[in-house]
């Protein structure tokens, strides 16, 4: 899997917007970019995928530059339910039934929600 | 409708033991893979399991087994434990051909 860049850490303030970055210059055409965040003592959680265009869901909203060597998770009103480490993932899609499609994770942006 | 869960939640062994963790997917789900995540680390992908088989491997050691039983719950074996495998270990399912994987809460071993 292609590797991702993402900042250490990030501050936000209660009920402002959030831009995550996530940079991912050797992405190939079969690349889906994935986001998942993991809260305290919890699993993680997936957030948002896509391949070209932006999208949105009711957690967050996922920006792809056009070139796709970069993404931006957006939070639109950061609570403090969203502190946590939000990961980055790019996953091949070439699969075949049956065959393994593991997540690689990085170290991921820990994300401080500020009251 | 429960998600994954684990089981048990913690758990101390002493160097040289072995252990099993017991995951039970998502109702539906058919597919399970297992992580191991360090202190301060992302997740690391050991194994995953579909169709009662093993799909793909990790760079793990064989010490790290596992199996997955018909009705898609699974087990993860470590044998001759090291402290070094002292960590949280999560159970990951998802339906075959669907992007998204659902985590449990993990199992925290410590090993003594």
């Known amino acids: 899997d292609a590797k991702t860049t993402q900042p250490n850490s990030m501050e936000s303030n209660e009920e402002e917007p959030v831009h995550l970055p996530c940079n991912h210059s050797?992405?190939?055409?079969?690349?889906?970019i994935h986001w998942y965040r993991q809260l305290p003592s919890q699993g993680p959680e997936y957030v948002i995928h896509?391949?070209?265009s932006n999208v949105n869901n009711r957690m967050a909203s996922l920006a792809i530059a056009e070139d796709r060597k970069s993404s931006t998770l957006i939070l639109h009103r950061a609570t403090l339910r969203d502190a946590a480490v939000y990961y980055c993932?790019?996953?091949?899609?070439?699969?075949?039934?049956?065959?393994?499609?593991?997540?690689?994770f990085g170290s991921g942006t820990q994300l401080t929600v500020l009251p | 409708d429960a998600g994954v869960t684990q089981s048990p939640t913690h758990l101390i062994k002493t160097r040289g033991q072995q252990v099993t963790l017991r995951c039970s997917p998502k109702?539906?789900?058919?597919?399970v893979s297992w992580y191991q995540q360090a202190l301060g680390q992302g997740p690391q992908f050991i194994f995953q399991?579909?169709?009662?088989?093993?799909?793909q491997r990790g760079n793990f050691p064989d010490r790290f087994s596992g199996h997955q039983f018909p009705n898609y719950s699974s087990e993860l074996n470590v044998n001759a434990l090291l402290l070094g495998d002292s960590a949280l270990y999560l159970c990951?399912?998802?339906?075959?051909?669907?992007?998204?994987?659902?985590f449990g809460s993990g199992t925290q071993l410590s090993v003594l």
């Open positions: 990951a399912s998802s339906l075959t051909g669907l992007e998204k994987l659902f």
């Open positions: 050797t992405i190939s055409g079969t690349d889906y």
């Open positions: 896509g391949l070209t």
């Open positions: 993932i790019l996953r091949d899609l070439t699969f075949s039934s049956g065959s393994a499609r593991q997540l690689t």
């Open positions: 109702s539906g789900h058919d597919t």
């Open positions: 399991y579909y169709e009662e088989e093993e799909r």
